[in-house]
């Protein structure tokens, strides 16, 4: 099985940055994805950016030319860099994984963390 454990949310200004990252372990063969999903309070959860193996990353309008998405594959860590936050970007943030767990026969399974809250406010 594959866990994935968040850190880095929290509380900041209008206009600050955070950094979020997502630490998949246990028995890993290959990650094919790995991205970031957020759910603000009533409302679906929706992707944010996602970073695939052989793929160009992609982001949500809503976020492009301010968040960046990054991707360490020795440490199976994705990060989420934040920058020039808005109220609007106060959710619940997720981190998601495709992942081929070792001696699953090359099978791709999806993973969720738990969830990072980041709440943009004065």
């Known amino acids: 099985q594959v866990q994935l454990v968040e850190s880095g949310g929290g509380l900041v200004q209008p206009g600050g940055s955070l950094t979020l990252s997502c630490a998949a372990s246990g028995s890993i063969f290959s990650i094919h994805r790995m991205a970031w999903y957020r759910q603000a309070p009533g409302k679906g959860r929706d992707l944010v950016a996602a970073?695939?193996?052989?793929?160009?990353?992609n982001y949500a309008d809503s976020v492009k030319g301010r968040f960046t998405i990054s991707r360490d594959n020795a440490k199976n860590t994705v990060y989420l860099q934040m920058n020039s936050l808005k109220p609007e970007d106060t959710a619940v943030y997720y981190c998601?994984?495709?992942?081929?767990?070792?001696?699953?026969?090359?099978?791709?399974?999806?993973?969720w963390g738990q969830g990072t809250q980041v709440t943009v406010s004065s």
């Open positions: 998601y994984c495709i992942a081929t767990p070792t001696g699953s026969y090359q099978r791709r399974y999806q993973y």
């Open positions: 970073i695939t193996t052989g793929e160009p990353t």
